[in-house]
């Protein structure tokens, strides 16, 4: 038994867990969320619930379903209230029973992040002065409080889409719009690129976007981000990224991810039509090329180095190349510099991700697009645009084929990981890892870590320098690029207890 409902009623708990009783089980779990008396240190007098029912009624049940494919065989009930609440009143409950506790814990937790994360709901708080404010409802994989207060720009109640200026495009109408929200388009980034991307493809009516992204929006983000603004600086771009979403399009769902792992990618990229690789991180790229072509996925490419961009179409079931037949062997982590370090121009990214979500759309609608053995060249400074086949005979055909060259780099990624993943440079601390700071003289200036062993890249490189001689080491500059090419370089020379912060500085939470 799968069950979700939105209510305007008080709940009652005793008859939602009857409901799940079940005799083969002997696990049950609940989540349920309170109305509380404060928040952020202003009284709130009670909360006001604003729900787009049969939306979320539909991806309710979507939800439900989702758990019972993943965890088994559980039985499961989600009720959200709507309207208003008073201090002390039970704003969502959601129960599983199964087998094992296991599958009960887990499911359950899956449940409630979904629901808050993916359904249209909007909530006001009442202040007990007499204002009120819109608030992000909830947040991906934390608990029903209200970690982050702000404005939320929220579509009409009743809100429908309205595609008839894109309808009306031959290669579009009803059948080409029904193919749009049948979609599923996972998006990796949601920086420079992936900001006109996502609301692109959120505007068009695809119908689930994964956001993969682990970082947190900085105040020198903003000049080319378009999704966020100056009250998001310190959350989590994939958060507000999908609250822009359905603020744009509430019929739009999405589901959020972290970093991929190498082992998860293959798995991953088989649950959606497409994927737009969006981050500003070369081995992401790599890893993105050799799951597409694992895994049969198309994906689109674009990067940006300050006035140029890069576009390539990679489309592994009409046997075009891969990234592999135009370089090999990755590269280094800093040999293509990130915007951090070497600047860029806000529309930049964002002519080159619109460029993306163009050829998104296409793809998903079948229309012609960029050739998959052709690399397209963009020079912003002369609007000139050049595009350079890709010789796919004397590339990875040459040295076995794109999946052979895939799954041998998949393969290679399978030993002990590099990364070690922190919050905060003090929990890393406090893991035992002696910290090492690979960033250039003016950046330290700039943000200092006095805690931490001073080598530059260059010189580690060169020399090695003088390292702590008792480990674990942890190296940590701006953005993990730098950081990793030095912990390899350590590991290539026989030093095996160092280590790299994936997203250096710029993914911390502090």
């Known amino acids: 038994m799968m069950r979700f409902a939105v209510s305007d009623r008080d709940l009652d708990v005793a008859s939602l867990r009857r409901e799940l009783h079940n005799p083969d089980h002997g696990g049950f779990c609940a989540f349920e969320g309170w109305v509380r008396h404060t928040n952020e240190g202003r009284d709130v007098g009670g909360l006001e619930y604003e729900v787009y029912a049969e939306l979320a009624q539909v991806e309710g049940e979507r939800i439900m379903q989702e758990a019972r494919e993943r965890f088994g065989a559980i039985d499961a009930v989600g009720i959200h209230r709507s309207g208003m609440l008073r201090i002390g009143e039970m704003a969502v409950w959601v129960g599983v029973s199964s087998a094992h506790r296991d599958e009960a814990f887990r499911a359950c937790r899956f449940i409630i992040d979904q629901i808050k994360h993916r359904l249209p709901v909007w909530k006001k708080e009442h202040y007990l002065e007499g204002d009120t ?64 991307v996502l609301a692109y493809l959120a505007g068009a009516g695809v119908g689930l976007l994964g956001i993969s992204d682990d970082d947190r929006i900085d105040a020198s983000n903003l000049h080319r981000q378009t999704l966020f603004t100056a009250a998001d600086t310190g959350r989590l771009k994939a958060e507000v990224a999908a609250e822009r979403i359905a ?130 060249l963009v020079d912003l400074l002369d609007n000139r645009t050049d595009q350079l086949r890709i010789d796919a005979e004397n590339g990875c055909a040459s040295r076995g084929g794109c999946v052979a060259m895939a799954e041998r780099a998949m393969a290679a990624r399978g030993g002990d990981s590099l990364e070690r993943r922190f919050s905060t440079l003090g929990a890393a601390r406090a893991a035992g890892y002696r910290l090492v700071d690979v960033r250039q003289e003016d950046e330290r200036a700039a943000w200092p870590m006095p805690e931490a062993v001073h080598v530059p890249l260059p ?52």
């Open 133 to 196: 404010a819109w608030v992000a409802c909830a947040h991906h994989g934390e608990d029903h409080d209200h970690t982050h207060h702000h404005r939320h720009h929220r579509a009409p109640a009743g809100f429908v889409p309205d595609y008839s200026r894109q309808k009306r495009l031959p290669g579009v109408g009803e059948a080409g719009q029904e193919k749009l929200a049948r979609a599923r388009v996972l998006v990796i980034g949601a920086g420079g690129l992936g900001s006109p």
């Open 247 to 376: 603020a744009v399009n509430p019929s739009v769902r999405t589901e959020l991810f972290g970093r991929i792992a190498p082992d998860e990618a293959v798995a991953l990229f088989r649950r959606f039509d497409l994927v737009v690789e969006c981050s500003d991180d070369m081995s992401s790229r790599f890893l993105c090329s050799d799951a597409a072509t694992m895994s049969g996925t198309a994906l689109i490419l674009a990067s940006v180095h300050q006035y140029e961009g890069q576009l390539q179409v990679i489309d592994p079931r009409a046997g075009g190349p891969c990234l592999r037949c135009l370089w090999p062997a990755e590269p280094a982590p800093d040999a293509a510099a990130s915007c951090a370090e070497s600047g860029v121009l806000g529309p930049v990214p964002g002519i080159l991700g619109t460029m993306q979500a163009n050829e998104a759309l296409k793809r998903l609608l079948g229309l012609p697009g960029q050739a998959p053995d052709r690399l397209l």
């Open 459 to 510: 010189v580690l490189l060169e020399s090695g320098a003088a390292l702590p001689a008792e480990g674990p080491l942890l190296l940590v500059c701006a953005s993990g690029r730098r950081s990793a090419r030095g912990a390899q370089h350590m590991r290539d020379s026989g030093r095996a207890d160092v280590f790299t912060l994936p997203g250096g500085l710029q993914g911390l939470s502090e």
